[in-house]
């Protein structure tokens, strides 16, 4: 009698467990975006959270926007948030990469369990379109003739922009003055506005800025031509070998369990070919490109070593 309790009890307990790992989620996940409201990163977040929750069974998704310092503010709250599976963020290279290179931080990499890449917008350099500048080379030429001269918007230092340029300078040998914005859009009013010779954007951004406005796009720094701007040169067809921009991708604290992980990111991979993501990438010029985590991951370790060298030859914080 007391050997068919203990089993009816123990049959019972297993039936709890499975019920309750069968729940997830029972309750919200939040998704931190580290960067304001409305802007590209946070598009992409909600687009994707919206979709999650059509392909995840019970999901409810509340996108929370916590900006500042470049992302730091962001990516602390979401490697040091309890890796149970309800906290999750999209993150954006090279700042997951760069700001811990430049100083103390709670995460690093490796601070993360990674669940897929979603975007790839490579780097451009733009200017006016009264200006005298038409080329890549032009842009280089200018520049040896008065090194320092030619002042380059960038969205702060360490951002995408700020590492582009420095790319650019220790590709071309050269020397470009950057001036800090808060962000892409006010650079861009200081580049229509002529308070600045060129400005550092991704393609997406560079390509709606150029929308009805007096604006040229020099080329763009990426392996190919752009699937957005196909017109646009590359910065290697102009002989200068650099591959720069913002990889946007999703993540949560390092240390979740397996089957959360894995629920995860085949929602993402999903949601990375959903036709609303897809429509809604292609009017904001946004080039989609999804990588499974393990590449995602690989990816960024590169970066990580790519822009180790890239300090000790040119700190971007001083």
Not at 157 to 186: D, K, M, R
Request: charged fraction near 20%.
């Amino acid at each position: 009698m007391k050997t068919a309790l203990r089993f009816l009890l123990s049959a019972f307990a297993l039936a709890g467990a499975c019920a309750a790992h069968a729940a997830y989620p029972d309750r919200p996940i939040t998704m931190i975006v580290p960067f304001s409201a409305g802007a590209g990163t946070d598009l992409t977040a909600r687009t994707v959270a919206q979709c999650m929750e059509s392909q995840i069974k019970g999901a409810s998704i509340v996108v929370t926007n916590r900006p500042g310092a470049s992302g730091d503010i962001g990516l602390s709250a979401l490697a040091t948030a309890a890796p149970d599976g309800y906290t999750l963020g999209i993150v954006n290279t090279p700042g997951v990469v760069s700001i811990p290179i430049e100083r103390q931080t709670r995460y690093t990499v490796a601070s993360f369990d990674f669940l897929g890449a979603v975007a790839d917008a490579p780097g451009t350099i733009s200017v006016h379109a009264d200006s005298g500048i038409h080329t890549i080379q032009d842009l280089v030429r200018a520049a040896k003739a008065k090194p320092g001269s030619i002042t380059v918007g960038t969205q702060g230092v360490g951002s995408a922009g700020h590492i582009a340029l420095l790319l650019l300078e220790q590709s071309a040998g050269i020397e470009l003055t950057p001036v800090p914005f808060q962000g892409a859009a006010p650079a861009r009013t200081a580049l229509l506005g002529k308070v600045i010779d060129t400005t550092m954007a991704n393609v997406d951004e560079a390509v709606g800025f150029r929308n009805g406005s007096p604006w040229r796009i020099l080329g763009v720094m990426s392996d190919t031509r752009s699937s957005v701007a196909a017109e646009l040169p590359t910065f290697k067809e102009a002989g200068y070998d650099i591959v720069a921009g913002s990889m946007r991708g999703f993540a949560g604290p390092k240390g979740m369990p397996r089957e959360v992980v894995k629920t995860l990111s085949d929602a993402i991979r999903t949601c990375a070919a959903d036709p609303v993501f897809l429509d809604r990438a292609q009017k904001s010029f946004l080039p989609v490109r999804y990588l499974p985590p393990q590449e995602y991951l690989s990816s960024l370790r590169r970066l990580d070593t790519s822009l180790r060298e890239l300090w000790k030859a040119k700190p971007w914080n001083q």
